[in-house]
């Protein structure tokens, strides 16, 4: 079924490998050609029944693969400069030169972001055709149960023992655990003595608590342009009100940075002019102040956000002041998330791996020499648009180039 060899059982060839990766994602399948076209024999192991799952649900089933924007500050990091050497080695264009090698057509949709015009499971068949060619053995169904490093790392499975020099963890996060995800990675980092940074779900819906709920439970499917601010970060994008929360790129993007019990400010006028009702108000001031704010925000968000009482009054009868203090609510609705919808629906996991112990160059372990840690198992957290998914390919790049 795979382009690349396939290993089921544990012959007396297949014991020992110079290079084994945990994790047939993104960042382990880079890693793995890597380290082949080096000429290291690889070995890669997953619990899956199929390699890359993630790669094949993400942009809506179009991969977003990178995005041109891509540099250091586009990631969270405890260590925020740890991600800029592998980012600077391993670019946005050298992975579109790989794709256009293999003829797989993509465009840029906003924002830097690049997507596969048709599925994203040609990202996947080029990895494993690149695996192939570069002689990596992939063995999936594979449960591990455990790893030590008596001399070499002996990494045991439900199909025996196998033997390695380097140590790949690229087994991701926590996110979405129903795809197989499990903190495996962290678990054996800290089992080497390595520091992990603890994870959390990120790119993820807010939920409300009731009193918040209250005011926006009738306004579920509705978005609208805001700047959300978590304390020193923004974003400005769209917001999405859902049936247990706030949804929504704006969001999703926030939700990284937020720690529980930290409020977020979201000016829902942001792309209105300011001040915008006083002029308003000087041009039209027997509207209604509900068919002014129906130009402003969508008319349900008008019913949720303004008192009944008010709305229905002409613009011009309102004081000045009275308008001004509306739209300076309107502009800094500050509210704390009572949490967020969890691991379910993180697109990613926040923290991991602590890479104040890693080489920000090749991703060693500084401590347990032929240890290495890449991807999503690492504590380094892009944007979302395809940041992920460049940090996963340019970090496994960097580990495959060393192990
Ligand atoms: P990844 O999670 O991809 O791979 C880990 C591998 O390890 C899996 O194959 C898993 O089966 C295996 N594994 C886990 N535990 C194991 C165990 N105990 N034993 C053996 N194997 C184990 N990013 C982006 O840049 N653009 C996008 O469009 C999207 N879209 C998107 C959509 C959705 C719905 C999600 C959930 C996520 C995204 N992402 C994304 C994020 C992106 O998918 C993610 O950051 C990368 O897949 C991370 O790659 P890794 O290789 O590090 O982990």
């Not at 400069?81 to 980012?87: G, M």
């Not at 974003?235 to 930290?262: C, D, K, N, Y």
């Not at 925000?297 to 309102?318: C, E, H, K, S, Y």
Request: charged share 20%.
């Amino acid at each position: 079924m795979y382009a690349c060899g396939m290993d089921r059982g544990v012959g007396p060839r297949a014991h020992s490998h110079d290079v084994i990766v945990l994790g047939a994602g993104a960042a382990g399948l880079m890693a793995a050609i890597t380290a082949g076209q080096r000429g290291r024999s690889v070995l890669v192991l997953d619990h899956a029944d199929e390699p890359g799952k993630k790669i094949l649900i993400s942009g809506g089933g179009r991969c977003n693969f990178t995005n041109l924007e891509t540099s250091a500050d586009r990631f969270f990091s405890a260590n925020p400069h740890f991600a800029k050497s592998a980012l600077s080695r391993y670019t946005p264009h050298d992975f579109i030169a790989l794709i256009e090698r293999h003829d797989i057509a993509w465009h840029e949709k906003t924002l830097g972001q690049l997507f596969c015009d048709g599925s994203a499971r040609a990202i996947v068949a080029m990895l494993l055709a690149e695996a192939a060619a570069a002689h990596v053995t992939l063995r999936l169904d594979c449960r591990i149960t455990d790893v030590a490093r008596p001399d070499r790392f002996h990494i045991e499975t439900d199909a025996g023992t196998v033997i390695a020099h380097s140590l790949i963890l690229a087994t991701g996060g926590l996110s979405i655990p129903k795809l197989g995800a499990t903190g495996l990675a962290h678990d054996i980092a800290r089992r080497f003595g390595l520091a992990v940074v603890p994870p959390r779900p990120a790119l993820v819906p807010f939920t409300l608590a009731p009193n918040d709920l209250a005011r926006t439970q009738n306004l579920a499917g509705v978005a609208q342009p805001v700047l959300a601010r978590c304390g020193g970060t923004a974003f400005r994008e769209a917001m999405l009100f859902t049936h247990r929360g706030l949804s929504g790129p704006a969001i999703l993007q926030l939700s990284t940075a937020w720690h529980e019990a930290a409020p977020i400010t979201l000016d829902l006028l942001d792309r209105a002019d300011h001040p915008a009702l006083r002029p308003r108000k000087r041009a039209r001031p027997r509207a209604a102040l509900r068919t002014i704010m129906a130009d402003l925000m969508p008319a349900r968000m008008v019913d949720a956000f303004i008192p009944a009482n008010l709305a229905a009054q002409p613009i011009g009868t309102l004081p000045d002041h009275t308008l001004d203090a509306l739209e300076s609510a309107l502009k800094s609705w500050t509210l704390t998330p009572a949490g967020t919808e969890g691991y379910a629906k993180a697109e990613v996991t926040a923290g991991g791996i602590d890479t104040r112990g890693l080489s920000s160059r090749t991703m060693a372990a500084s401590a347990v020499p032929g240890l290495y840690a890449i991807g999503e198992a690492v504590d380094v957290t892009g944007w979302l648009g395809g940041y992920n998914f460049q940090w996963a390919w340019a970090s496994g790049w960097c580990a495959g180039q060393h192990a």
